[in-house]
Every structure is written in C-alpha cells, then in structure tokens.
C-alpha cells in the first residue's frame, strides 16, 4: 500500500513508519522540519496546518496516517486544523484516513473504567486546551462520512 504518514518524525510516527516499511508498503513521510532519514521513505516538508502543503501531499496514497501531536509552541489545535485540512483535501477520495489523538475523546461503545475516569479528570484539568482539540480533531474525522 501506499502510505502518508503526518508527523512521522514524533514518537509514534516513528514507530508507525518503522512498521509500515518493515510489512513492505510504501511509505511517504510528511514532516514539518529536519529529521533523521530513515532508508526507504520518501520525505515530503510541510505544515499540515497548511491546506497547499496537505493537498500536495495525500493524493495517490490509499491510506493517510496522522499521528501529530502537540510539541512545545505548537498550535493548541493543531491535530483539529491538519484534520480539517486533510478531510478537505481528500474530498470525494476513496483514501482510507487513520488518526491518533489522546486521552479524553470517548466514542459510542467504549468502555470506561474508573482508573479511566481519574486520569481523564487529571488531564483535563491539567491541559483542557489539548483534550479539546483531540475531541474536535474526532468529530471533524467522524462528520466527514
């Protein structure tokens, strides 16, 4: 398959991107800044925060991976900003989207424990502004259909 993954250069991009090449797809990282080269990826410099640079980015792909996250100074809405643009550029597209986001966004069927629960209230007291952005990022996701 071929494979975008936004935020390859994270923590969990990395892993992700590890993965993909090691069960053979071909894998496109789009990052925002210099990184280390992994061999067999291509590399493609953005912001997904930039519709231009998205677009350019997710066309001829059969599934785009998102897995930004929050570093210092970035936008408290970036994963709801590169999710509203990604869904706009692939509009009318038959590309599969998956997305990682936190803690804090709950759908129809989870299970909630109570150690669930704790940790939720912590985070949102600690960082309401990223737990808001993971919410917003899954419903501009699951509005797309």
């Known amino acids: 398959m071929k494979i975008l ?3 390859a250069n994270g923590r969990t991009g990395q892993l992700v991107t590890e993965l993909a090449i090691k069960r053979g797809h071909e894998v496109t ?10 061999e067999g990826v291509k590399y493609i ?3 997904a925060e930039n519709f ?14 998102s897995v930004i996250g929050h570093v210092k100074h970035s936008d408290k809405l970036i994963q709801t900003n590169a999710m ?11 590309t599969k989207v ?11 069927g989870d299970i ?15 960082d309401h502004k990223r737990v808001i952005d993971g919410v917003k ?9």
């Open 29 to 38: 990282a789009f990052v925002r800044g210099a990184s280390t080269q992994v």
């Open 84 to 94: 509203k643009n990604i869904v706009k550029a692939l509009k009318d597209s038959t």
């Open 112 to 126: 909630i424990t109570f150690m669930d629960r704790i940790l939720n209230l912590a985070v949102n007291i600690i």
């Open 137 to 145: 990022h899954y419903e501009t996701l699951r509005d797309s259909k």
């Open 98 to 108: 998956i997305s990682l986001t936190g803690t804090g966004v709950r759908v129809e």
């Open 45 to 47: 410099y953005g912001d």
């Open 5 to 7: 993954i936004i935020g």
């Open 52 to 65: 231009e640079d998205i677009f350019k980015s997710v066309h001829n792909k059969d599934v785009v991976i």
